[in-house]
Nanobody, 127 residues
Framework: QVQLVESGGGSVQAGGSLRLSCAASELLDRQYVTCMGWFRQAPGKEREGVAQVDSRGSTSVANSVKGRFTISKDNANDTLYLQMNSLGPEDTAIYYC???????????????????WGQGTQVTVSS
C-alpha cells in the first residue's frame, strides 16, 4: 500500500512563504522512476494541478503559480517539496501530494495521471 504524507501547511499572511513536504512510503521507493505532483483545491472550486516533477527533474508548473512556487524532489527517498513564495489569499486551499510510477507526461498537470494521493494539508493565506 503506497502512502503519501504531506506536511508543512499552515496559516501565513499575504506575501509570506511556506514549504510543503510529501513523504512517500517504502513501496514507492522501489520504483526507480516516479512522477510526483502537487494539486490544490479551494472551497467550491475544482482540484487544480499546481506542479509536477519526475526522477529526471522534468517539471511542469501551472501558470497561476509560475515564478512563485518551486517544486523539487529528493530522488533518494522520493520526498517531494513545494516552496511557495509571495503567497496571496488566492493560494488558500487544501494541497494534495500525488505520485505515479514512471516519468511525468510533460503537459499541464492532470489528476488523471496520478494513481496515489495523500490526505492533503491546509494552506491559509490571510490578506
Amino acid at each position: 500500500q503506497v502512502q503519501l504524507v504531506e506536511s508543512g501547511g499552515g496559516s501565513v499572511q499575504a506575501g509570506g512563504s511556506l514549504r510543503l513536504s510529501c513523504a512517500a512510503s517504502e513501496l514507492l521507493d522501489r520504483q526507480y522512476v516516479t512522477c510526483m505532483g502537487w494539486f490544490r483545491q479551494a472551497p467550491g472550486k475544482e482540484r487544480e494541478g499546481v506542479a509536477q516533477v519526475d526522477s529526471r527533474g522534468s517539471t511542469s508548473v501551472a501558470n497561476s503559480v509560475k515564478g512563485r512556487f518551486t517544486i523539487s524532489k529528493d530522488n533518494a527517498n522520493d520526498t517531494l517539496y513545494l516552496q511557495m513564495n509571495s503567497l496571496g489569499p488566492e493560494d488558500t486551499a487544501i494541497y494534495y501530494c500525488a505520485a505515479d510510477p514512471g516519468y511525468c507526461i510533460i503537459r499541464e498537470v492532470r489528476a488523471s495521471d496520478f494513481r496515489y494521493w495523500g490526505q492533503g494539508t491546509q494552506v491559509t493565506v490571510s490578506s
